[in-house]
């Protein structure tokens, strides 16, 4: 099984700049794909950014060429850049970890609440 920990949201005005880290303990090895996701009061989670473990990415259109998903296997960390954050990026960000069909797995979250 694995354990995630999100760090580093916060409150920010328009236009700046976030990096969230989601350290993972545990069976880091054999993890398939890791992931950001976000939600918003009143909501669904939607996703924002994915990477496999051969490397390959996807962005929610909302986010492409404003974040950036990177994944540290030295240190099991994954990380989120977040530039150019606009009010709507508002919502607590969840990091995901899956190993396909043992588990999936969710970080408790961390808040980004951007300014307008």
């Known amino acids: 099984q694995v354990q995630l920990v999100e760090s580093g949201g916060g409150l920010v005005q328009a236009g700046a700049s976030l990096r969230l880290s989601c350290a993972a303990s545990?069976?880091?090895?054999?993890?398939?794909?890791m992931g950001w996701y976000r939600q918003s009061p009143g909501k669904e989670r939607e996703v924002v950014a994915t990477v496999t473990g051969g490397g390959s990415t996807y962005y929610a259109d909302s986010v492409k060429g404003r974040f950036t998903i990177s994944r540290d296997n030295a240190k099991d960390t994954l990380y989120l850049q977040m530039n150019s954050l606009k009010p709507e990026d508002t919502a607590v960000y969840y990091c995901n970890a899956v190993r396909m069909g043992i588990y999936n797995v969710w970080g408790q979250g961390t808040q980004v609440t951007v300014s307008s």
């Open positions: 545990g069976s880091t090895s054999r993890i398939n794909v």
